[in-house]
């Protein structure tokens, strides 16, 4: 049974890494608040789910089933080795982007002098399965195929390299955010810079830059009535009053 489990444990991992995405990848908690009235809602996503919003969602189901079908296809024997190390770590890097695209699907737009939006994100049991068991592959893959011996030496070794490549990828995250926050910033200065040059406008012209952010705003009570944050007659206040800047 031992011997059979060992033969098979990269595979057996790749059926778990597939059950996790039937679990939730992450939480996302968006707190609004809409002319002073506030609201919460949480959206969970599993990995199922997360395909339709993000191709790369797409690699966490076809690497496992590629690592499987290693065993199987004569073609791949010669690269199980490459595959069994590379697979993983890939569709490790594809998870953490995957939840960094599920949490911006919630930030599109930011605050402004009517709304204001807080996103927060929680990673789901789902993810958590599905990186250990990507992690475990590729411990067993680096055993099977390279050689690699779990005495005290390489323990100290794969801790080395796992710190450094979770260094790496933080940074990478990290500068990620940053840019996304740089544009998001850099949109927010200009939409203040056009609507400062608006408001030297002549009185008798129509402010389109604010019509449209209150058409805007509009369309976002909206979507929180249909989500149902806002109820029916809060819609039509909110609405009669942003109608009643125009």
Known sequence: MKALLQKHLISVLCVISIIALAFPLCIVITDVSVMGFGDSARAGYNGFQ??????LAILLLAGPVLLIAMNYIKKLEKYQGILAIAVPVICLAALIIVCIQLRQIHVNGGDSAFLSMEVKTQIGFGAILAFLSYIATIVAGAVKFHHFTLDKASLEKLKAEGSSLLQSTKGKVS????????AVEAAGTKVQENLAADSTAKSTKVNLGRTEEILQLIERLAQMKDAGILTEEEFSEKKAQLLSEI
């Open 175 to 182: 500068e990620t955010v940053q840019t996304v926050s740089a």
């Open 50 to 55: 997360a395909m339709q919003e993000s191709l």
